[in-house]
């Protein structure tokens, strides 16, 4: 659990390098290999209780990331994703990067496996905060979130609204047709393939 501190038996275990991050496992055949689920009990440790998360790393823009914060809860602060609204986390099939832009127009990438369960989620519109670890990938910094839970963006968007008396066709002005009537109380409008 979030906040578990942990002992890894090293035992014959080695510390690889895949693409600048770190990772320990095992060298087999030339390669480093994991830690196979079914032998997880026999080299990590659970050390007490679950203890509080630990406190992100506060970062407002891209050029603030050091090689320190890799592996490291952040919290990114007003920032927001390219493409929101419009793309989901993953494409089909494939981990995918995406772009998360902060206020002074830097940048850093979210990456996300296509086994998340949110994978297939549109992004979220708005700007806000995004937590998650950040990782490292030759010399392309990665934030993986944990769940969707760790993106808290407000949408500004806002709507124009008219304030109508539906007594004609006020709204013809802004484009919009009166296709039909009940002849009472109700007209309804249409502009492409929107309705009212």
Known sequence: QIGQKVYVKWGDM??????????????????????????????????????????????????????????????????????????NYCDEGASTSRNIVFADNSSIVLRTSNYADFAYTLLPEGTGVIYGILTTYNTTRQLIIRSTADVQLVNTHTETVASVDFSSNPLETQGWTAFATDNTNWFYYAIGSSFA
């Open 14 to 87: 080695v510390i690889g390098d895949y693409r600048k991050n770190k990772q320990i496992g095992f060298w087999v055949d030339g390669a480093m290999s994991g830690i196979a689920s079914s032998q997880e009990d026999l080299y990590i440790f659970r050390d007490g209780l679950v203890g509080e998360e630990p406190a992100a790393i506060e970062i407002s823009s891209a050029n603030q990331i050091t090689d320190g914060m890799v592996n490291c809860l952040v919290k990114l602060q007003n920032c927001q994703f390219e493409n929101a609204g419009q793309l």
